[in-house]
C-alpha cells in the first residue's frame, strides 16, 4: 500500500503469509517496510530512495494507495464535518474531488472474520482499508529505531504518540489528531486526509482468513495491524499491534489509571523488595486490628452490630455511636464503589465488542444499577442465599488466582515475549527486586492505592448476629483470611517480579543484535530483545510499568482473569450491602440518635433489616449514578481506618484500664501492639490523604461531641467506666499522700438535704460554690427502724442519684439509716467521702417548723451542729422565707397527676371501644421522676405507635413547669416559685457580709466563690464589721487593707458604731412572746427537786436562770435582725456569722429562738462559721 501527497511518499507492505491460525510468531501478517520506486516530482532534492527485501511483491500492492494530488477535506474539516454529523464522502464524490476513499467497494465475497468486523478485506491482491480499528485507546508501539532511521524524511525529529493521544512535540496536524484521538479515542475520521494535508490518519487492515493468533486473546487476531502514516515533515513511521490481551482496554480502577499504577504495576515501581515491604505493612496494619478484634470478640457474647457492636461496648456509646454511623454510612458507600468497578470493567468489554448501549458514563449507571437490584434481590431473600452466592464467588476468585500462578509456568509465545513476559528468570528479578519510581510517585503515593485491597478484614465481625458461633468464628476467620491474602498478595508479586520486565515494547522487531545493540544493557539483552527504543524516553506500552493487563497477559486464560475481578468486586459489594444494614440497626436499636428507630425494626427469623437494605441500596444507588467515585473513595478508606483504629484503641484500652470484667479468651494479644495499630491506622490515614483524614476526625469529633452532650441512658460497663474508676482511686490516693495546704482550700460541704428532690433550693444554693470548686454530698438519714429503713434506703439510691444528673448537679447521694437525726448526722460527718475528698462543712437548712416540732426533733437538729464543731467542721445554715422543704407541695402534685391519668384513662377506654385496643397505663408509670427512661422505650416500634396518641396530651398545662402544677392553693405555689430562686440568674445587686466574728476567713471566703460564678457574677459584695464609733474611719481602712491582702473584691465596707446598743422595746417583746411557750417556768415550782425533774424531763425547754443569763447575747441578736431590716433588706444574699452558743448552757430551743430572732423577715441567709482554722492567706 502506497500512501504519498506533498511532503513525502511511504510504502507500507503488507504479507499475509497462509497459516495465520498458528502458534509461532511468524504466523498471520508480517509488516514490513520497503523504499518506493524513487523520489516523486514533488519530493525535494535528496529524497531516499528505499529498498526492501520484498519490493517485487511491494510493486504489486503499491498501487492501492491514494492518489496524489489535491484534496477535498483537511483532517480538521473532516473532524468537524464528523462531529456535526456530516457524512463521509462517498467513494464516487471523493474520486470526483481528487481525495481518497477510505471506503471501497464491499469485497464479493467475506474474507475471514476480519472483514465481518469493518478491519478490511484483500482484493484483486491489493489491501483494502476498513472501518478501522473500534478498540479505544489502544497501546502504541514505536517501530525498532533502526527501521525508523530509514523513514526520516527532511531531518525531522521522530515522535511518539502517547496513549491517549497526547502529542509530544511536533507540527499542528500532529497536535491537532492527538486532541481528536483524546476526545473521541478512534483516532482520525475515515477517509483521511487528502494529499498536500498535514496530519496523520490511521489505517487499519486484518488478513483474511486470520484466526486466534499467538497472543490468544478474544479477538483471536494476531494479524490485526493499525498503521499511522505521518505526512508532515517528520515521515516517522508508527505500528500499533492489536491482538491478545492488548485489546483490552485497561481493566483497572480510575485512582490506579490515574496514578498510572495499580494492581500488578505497583511492584514495577517498587520493585519486588518494596513492593514485599508494601503488602508487610498491610499486614501489620489488619494484623494488629485483628489480633484486637478477636480479643473483644472473645470478651464475652458477641451480638449482630459488627464494629459498632464492638466499640460501642468496648468504649462506651459515645465512640461507638460516632464510629457506627459512618463505618454504617462507609459500607454504604462501598457497595457503590465495588460496583461502579464492576460496571467499569463490563462497560470496557463492551466498548471492545462495539456494544456500547449510549456512553461511557451513562452505560456505567446502567450496568451499576441493574447490578445492585440483583444484589439488593440477593440480600433480601435471606442470608443463605447471601452466603451460597459468596462461595460460588469465591470459588471463581480462587479459580482465577490459581489460572494466574498457573500462567506463569506455561511455555511463553514469542508475541508475549516481546510484551516483556519470559517465564521465570532470575535475571529479570534482579533487576526488578529494587525500585525505579516515576512520574513524581513514592513508597506511601503506591501504598494508598494499594492499602484499600487490605480493607474487608470486618466482613466476618459485621455479621456477627448471623454465625452460630461469633467467640470462636470470628477470630480463626480473620486471622486465615489475612494469612492467605497476605501469601497471595507476595506470591502475585514475587511472580510478576520474576517473570515480566519493567518495560517492553511489544514489537516483535526489538530484537537484540550482538554488536549493534549497544545501549541496551538491561536484563532483556540476555532474552534476545532490545527495547531501549521505549525505555529510554519512558514511551514504552508494556511490562510491569506500563501494562495494567499484567496478570491476563501471564495467566493461562485470559478472561478468567475477567471472571476473577467480576467475582471479586460483585463479592465486595455483597459482604457491604449486607454489612451496612445490620450495623446501622444495631445502631438503632441502642437508640443513640433521635429519629432512626423506624429502621431498628427486624423481619423474619433471622430479623432481617429490610429497611436498612432499601436505604443503603438508595445511598449506594446515589454514588452509583454520580459514576465519580475518585473523591469520595479516600475519605471512606479514611472511615474504615478510623473504625479499625478505634478497635485497636478499645482492645488496649479495656486492658489499660484494669477490668476484672476483661478476660478475653483469645490469648495472643498485647495492650501496647493494640496501641501501636491504632497509632498506625492514625498514621495510614494522612499517608493515604491527609485532607481525607481531617474531614473524618472532624466527623467523627462532632458526632462524639454530640452524643456527650445528650448523655444516652444506657449501661454497658464499657471501659471507659473502668478507666474512669481507676484514675480517681489513683489520683485519690495520691492526693492522700499530700499534706493540706491553706492555699489549696476547697469548701466541701455535706448538705442535708433529705430526699434531694424535697429541697432543690438548698442544693442549688450550695452548688452555686461548690460547682467545679469543692465536693458536694447530699446527706439523707432515713428514719425507722433499720429492715423498713434499709428497704427505702435501696429503693431510693438509685433513684435520687439519676435525679442530681438529670438537674445536671455535680453532686454525690449519700443516705444511711439511723433512729435518730442526730445519729446519722453523726455517722455521715465521719464515714462520708474519702481520703482528701471528705466533707470540711456541714450544711443545714434552717428548721422552719422549730415551733411545731417534737422537742427531741429540735435537740437533735441543735445537737448536730455542735457534733459538727468537734468535729472540726464548719457550719452553715441557710434559711429562705418561703423555707426549702417543698415535699407537701410534691406530694399534692403526684395526688393531682393521678387525677389527671385516671381521667385520661377513661378517655382512651371510650375512644379505644371497638377499636380492639386494650389500654396500657403502663406509660404513665414514674411519670413524674425525671431519671427513668422515656415512655415506651424499649417496646416494638408498632406498639409505641399506638401508645402515641396518649403521650402527645399534655398532663400539665404548657405554662406550668416541671414544679408548677395547676390548681394548688398560693402558699403551695409559692413554695415552688422560690425552690427554683437560685437557678437564676441575680443580676445586680449586691451579697452583704456581716464579719463579726474571726472564723479563718470562710464568712469571706464563700461569697467571694459565689460572686465569681455566672449566675451571681453581677453582684458586688458590701462588708459590715462592728466596731466603735470614734474609730469607724480607722477600722475601714484596717478591713480594706485586709480583704486586699486576700485579694477579694468588694464594693464598700461599712463600719457599724452601734451594733451593741440595745433594741427597741418592741421587738424585745416580741422575742418574749415567741419564746413563752418553750419556757419551763420551773421558778414557779414549790421545791427545787421539782424544777430539777422538770430540767431533766425536757431539757430543750428554756429554763428562767438560762433566759437571764443569756439575756445580753439575746439583745445582741435582736438589734443585729434591726440592723439588718435597716442595711440589708435589698440584698440578694446575705452572709453572716454564725452565732454560737456554749454546748450544756444555752438550751435547743432558745438557740433555735436566737437564729430566729436574727434571720426573719430577711432576704435569702447564709448563718457561716468556720472551725477557727484559717482558709485564706497572704502569701502567694
Given amino acids: 500500500m502506497e500512501k504519498s501527497g506533498s511532503a513525502g511518499r511511504f510504502h ?18 508480517e509488516l514490513r517496510h520497503r523504499g518506493g520506486p524513487g523520489p516523486g516530482p514533488d519530493d525535494p532534492p535528496g529524497y531516499p530512495e528505499h529498498r526492501g527485501p520484498l519490493a517485487e511483491e511491494a510493486r504489486s500492492v503499491a498501487g492501492g494507495g491514494p492518489p496524489r494530488g489535491g484534496g477535498a477535506f483537511s483532517p480538521r474539516q473532516l473532524r468537524g464535518r464528523r462531529r456535526r454529523g456530516t457524512p463521509s464522502p462517498s467513494p464516487a464524490a471523493a474520486a470526483a474531488a481528487g481525495t481518497p476513499s477510505a471506503s471501497p467497494p464491499p469485497p464479493p465475497a467475506a474474507a475471514g472474520r476480519g472483514a465481518e468486523r469493518g478491519h478490511g478485506a484483500q482484493r484483486g491482491g491489493r489491501l483494502v482499508a476498513g472501518r478501522g480499528a473500534r478498540a479505544r485507546l489502544p497501546l502504541q508501539h514505536v517501530l525498532p529505531e533502526n527501521l525508523r532511521a530509514q523513514h526520516s524524511g527532511r531531518g525531522a525529529q521522530h515522535r511518539v504518540l502517547r496513549e491517549r493521544g497526547e502529542p509530544r512535540g511536533g507540527a499542528d496536524g500532529e497536535a491537532d489528531l492527538g486532541r481528536a484521538a483524546q476526545r473521541d479515542g478512534q483516532g482520525p475520521p475515515r477517509g483521511g486526509p487528502g494529499p498536500g494535508a498535514t496530519g496523520q490518519w490511521r489505517e487499519s487492515w486484518r488478513c483474511p482468513g486470520g484466526g486466534r493468533g499467538d497472543q490468544g486473546g478474544p479477538q483471536g487476531a494476531a494479524g490485526d495491524r493499525q498503521v499511522w502514516l505521518d505526512q508532515g515533515g517528520a515521515g516517522a513511521l508508527y505500528a500499533q499491534h492489536l491482538g491478545g490481551d492488548a485489546v483490552h482496554p485497561p481493566l483497572v480502577d480510575r485512582g490506579a489509571r490515574r496514578n498510572r499504577t495499580g494492581g500488578e504495576g505497583d511492584n514495577g515501581s517498587h520493585g519486588g523488595g518494596l513492593t514485599i515491604a508494601l503488602v508487610m505493612l498491610s499486614v501489620v496494619v489488619t494484623t494488629t486490628t485483628g489480633l484486637s478484634l478477636s480479643a473483644i470478640c472473645t470478651n464475652g457474647r458477641v451480638r449482630g452490630g459488627g464494629a459498632y457492636y464492638l466499640i460501642s461496648r468496648s468504649l462506651g456509646p459515645e465512640f461507638g455511636g460516632s464510629i457506627g454511623l459512618i463505618f454504617a454510612f462507609a459500607n454504604a458507600v462501598a457497595v457503590a464503589m465495588y460496583v461502579v468497578g464492576f460496571s467499569e470493567t463490563v462497560r470496557d468489554l463492551l466498548v471492545v465488542n462495539d456494544a456500547v448501549m449510549v456512553d461511557d458514563s451513562n452505560d456505567i449507571r446502567i450496568i451499576g444499577t441493574i ?51 519470559f517465564n521465570y528468570k532470575a535475571s529479570i528479578f534482579a533487576e526488578n527486586f529494587g525500585p525505579d519510581f516515576r512520574d513524581g510517585e513514592g513508597f506511601f503515593s503506591v501504598f494508598a492505592i494499594f492499602f484499600p485491597a487490605a480493607t474487608g478484614i470486618l466482613a466476618g465481625a459485621n455479621i456477627s448476629g448471623d454465625l452460630a458461633d461469633p467467640q470462636a468464628a470470628i477470630p480463626k476467620g480473620t486471622m486465615l483470611a489475612i494469612l492467605i491474602t497476605t501469601i497471595t498478595y507476595i506470591g502475585v508479586a514475587v511472580c510478576a517480579a520474576s517473570c515480566v520486565l519493567r518495560d517492553a515494547s511489544g514489537n516483535l522487531n526489538d530484537t537484540y543484535v550482538a554488536g549493534i545493540s549497544t545501549n541496551c544493557t538491561n536484563a532483556e539483552c540476555g532474552l534476545g530483545f532490545d527495547f531501549s527504543s521505549c525505555s529510554v524516553d519512558r514511551t514504552c506500552k508494556f511490562g510491569l510499568m506500563n501494562n495494567f493487563q499484567v496478570m491476563s497477559m501471564v495467566s493461562g486464560f485470559g478472561p478468567l482473569i475477567i471472571a476473577g475481578i467480576f467475582s471479586a468486586t460483585l463479592s465486595s459489594a455483597l459482604a457491604s450491602l449486607v454489612s451496612a444494614p445490620k450495623v446501622f440497626q444495631a445502631l438503632c436499636k441502642d437508640n443513640i440518635y433521635p429519629g432512626f428507630e423506624m429502621f431498628a425494626t427486624g423481619y423474619g427469623k433471622n430479623n432481617e433489616p429490610i429497611r436498612g437494605y432499601i436505604l443503603t441500596f438508595f445511598i449506594a444507588l446515589a454514588f452509583i449514578l454520580i459514576a465519580e467515585l475518585n473523591t469520595i ?109 491553706v492555699k489549696n482550700f476547697r469548701p466541701q460541704c455535706l448538705v442535708m438535704t433529705g430526699a434531694p428532690p424535697h429541697r432543690p433550693a438548698l442544693i442549688d444554693l450550695v452548688h452555686c460554690f461548690t460547682k467545679n470548686v469543692g465536693l458536694l454530698i447530699c446527706g439523707h438519714v432515713v428514719l425507722g427502724p433499720q429492715r423498713q429503713a434499709l428497704k427505702e434506703l435501696f429503693a431510693a439510691q438509685v433513684k435520687h442519684q439519676r435525679w442530681l444528673l438529670k438537674e445536671h448537679k455535680k453532686a454525690f447521694y449519700s443516705p444511711v439509716c439511723s433512729h435518730d437525726l442526730r445519729e446519722g448526722v453523726q455517722v455521715l460527718l465521719q464515714a462520708a467521702g474519702l481520703g482528701r475528698m471528705k466533707p470540711n462543712i456541714l450544711v443545714l437548712g434552717f428548721k422552719k417548723d422549730w415551733r411545731r416540732a417534737d422537742g427531741a426533733a429540735v435537740e437533735s437538729y441543735i445537737h448536730a451542729i455542735h457534733d459538727a464543731f468537734d468535729l472540726q467542721f464548719g457550719v452553715v445554715v441557710a434559711r429562705v422565707r418561703e423555707g426549702f422543704d417543698i415535699s407537701s407541695a410534691l406530694q399534692l402534685q403526684e395526688e393531682l397527676l393521678a387525677q389527671e391519668m385516671e381521667r385520661a384513662a377513661q378517655e382512651m377506654a371510650e375512644v379505644a371501644v371497638g377499636m380492639d385496643m386494650t389500654p396500657d397505663l403502663s406509660v404513665y408509670q414514674n411519670i413524674t421522676d425525671g431519671d427513668e427512661k422515656p415512655a415506651g422505650r424499649g417496646r416494638p416500634h ?86 466603735k464609733i470614734n474609730r469607724i474611719d480607722h477600722e475601714r481602712r484596717m478591713m480594706a487593707t485586709l480583704l486586699s491582702k486576700f485579694r477579694i473584691d468588694f464594693s464598700d465596707i461599712q463600719v457599724l458604731g452601734d451594733i451593741n446598743s440595745k433594741p427597741s422595746a418592741e421587738s424585745v417583746k416580741l422575742f418574749d412572746e415567741m419564746v413563752e411557750p418553750f419556757r419551763l417556768h420551773e421558778g414557779q415550782k414549790d421545791d427545787a427537786a421539782s424544777a430539777e425533774r ?19 447575747k439575746t439583745l445582741r441578736q435582736i438589734r443585729l435582725n434591726e440592723l439588718l431590716q435597716e442595711h440589708s433588706r435589698s440584698a440578694n444574699l446575705i452572709v453572716i456569722s454564725l452565732p454560737v452558743a456554749r454546748k450544756g448552757s444555752v438550751s435547743s430551743l432558745l438557740y433555735m429562738a436566737w437564729l430566729e430572732a436574727l434571720t426573719k423577715n430577711l432576704p435569702p441567709t447564709m448563718l457561716i462559721r468556720g472551725n477557727h482554722q484559717s482558709v485564706l492567706t497572704y502569701y502567694s
Fill in 12 to 29: 507500507v507492505d503488507v504479507v499475509c503469509e497462509p497459516g495465520g491460525g498458528g502458534g509461532s510468531s511468524s504466523s498471520g501478517a
Fill in 371 to 421: 447490578t445492585v437490584l440483583l444484589l439488593l434481590g440477593i440480600t433480601a431473600a435471606g442470608m443463605e442465599w447471601e452466603a451460597k452466592a459468596q462461595v460460588v464467588l469465591l470459588i471463581i476468585l480462587l479459580i482465577a488466582i490459581a489460572n494466574f500462578f498457573i500462567g506463569t509456568v506455561i511455555p511463553v509465545s514469542r508475541q508475549k515475549q516481546a510484551q516483556g513476559f
Fill in 633 to 741: 473513595a479516600p475519605i471512606i478508606s479514611n472511615f474504615f481506618l478510623a473504625s479499625y483504629a478505634l478497635i485497636n484503641f478499645s482492645c488496649f484500652h479495656a486492658s489499660f484500664a484494669k477490668s476484672p470484667g476483661w478476660r478475653p479468651a483469645f490469648r495472643y494479644y498485647n495492650m501496647w501492639v493494640s496501641l501501636f495499630g491504632a497509632v498506625l491506622c492514625c498514621a495510614v490515614m494522612f499517608v493515604i490523604n491527609w485532607w481525607a483524614a481531617l474531614i473524618t476526625y472532624a466527623i467523627v469529633l462532632g458526632l462524639y461531641i454530640y452524643v456527650v452532650y445528650k448523655k444516652p441512658d444506657v449501661n454497658w460497663g464499657s471501659s471507659t467506666q473502668a478507666l474512669s474508676y481507676l484514675n480517681a482511686l489513683q489520683d485519690n490516693l495520691r492526693l492522700y499522700g499530700v499534706e493540706e495546704h
Fill in 942 to 1027: 408498632a406498639e409505641r405507635r399506638k401508645q402515641s396518641w396518649l403521650l402527645r396530651r399534655p398532663l400539665l398545662k404548657p405554662a406550668a413547669s416541671p414544679r408548677v402544677v395547676p390548681s394548688l392553693n398560693a402558699a403551695d405555689q409559692k413554695l415552688l416559685d422560690g425552690s427554683s430562686q437560685f437557678q437564676r440568674r441575680q443580676g445586680k445587686g449586691t451579697v452583704d457580709v456581716w464579719w463579726l466574728f474571726d472564723d479563718g476567713g470562710l464568712t469571706l471566703l464563700i461569697p467571694y466563690i459565689l460572686t465569681t460564678k455566672k449566675k451571681w457574677g453581677d453582684c458586688k459584695i458590701r462588708v459590715f464589721i462592728g466596731g
Fill in 1094 to 1112: 422538770l430540767r431533766a424531763q425536757f431539757p430543750w425547754k428554756i429554763s428562767d436562770a438560762e433566759l437571764e443569763t443569756m439575756r445580753i
